[in-house]
């Protein structure tokens, strides 16, 4: 079942574009485990956070996609500039109105 | 910029199924609005909870598409069965690490 993980990460004052560029590395490994959408993001009302927006074949595909040598890198780098409060939703797909 | 809406709706106990029913008809008219990805969805933990993921070529398109007939009509057969509680998040896209 596709599973959604939507997200916001704070990250310190003034390294919100640092950690964008980190996320929105290009990493040929998630399309392979399963990763259908990643979309990072921000608001400039809210300057101290990032946004993602995931979609992946199953709850499974993106919590075994945490194991992989590259998104642990990404995350190792990220980590200094995060101030570890995050939030968000995880919910599995039911439907959409874009298909029939 | 393509435009993220990602938010949750909270629905009257046992409504749950009705509201994800109405939310995920299709209708063509999205895609012609400028809707890239639409997801609705459900978390078993959150039983009283709708979540929806939606991609757009812009936030004027996003905002605009709620002026369609097809999209209100739809929010007012599930308004009755909505708490009013609503959350989620609102951000412009920076990046994807799925594309290069």
Redesign the interface.
């Known amino acids: 079942m596709?599973f959604?993980n939507?997200g916001?990460i704070d990250v310190q004052p003034g390294h919100r574009d640092d950690v964008?560029?980190i996320?929105?590395?290009?990493?040929p490994q998630?399309?392979a485990a399963g990763?259908l959408?990643?979309?990072?993001?921000?608001?400039?009302e809210q300057p101290d956070t990032v946004?993602v927006?995931e979609?992946w074949t199953s709850r499974e595909a993106h919590d075994d996609s945490l194991q992989l040598e590259s998104v642990k890198e990404a995350i190792a780098e990220a980590m200094p500039m995060l101030t570890g409060d995050m939030g968000g939703?995880?919910?599995?797909?039911?439907?959409?109105?874009?298909?029939?």
Request: aromatic content about 8%.
């Open positions: 596709t959604a939507v916001t964008v560029a996320l929105s590395r290009h990493n998630l399309a990763c959408s990643y979309e990072v993001g921000v608001d400039d946004f927006a979609l939703h995880r919910f599995e797909v039911a439907g959409s109105p874009l298909r029939d």
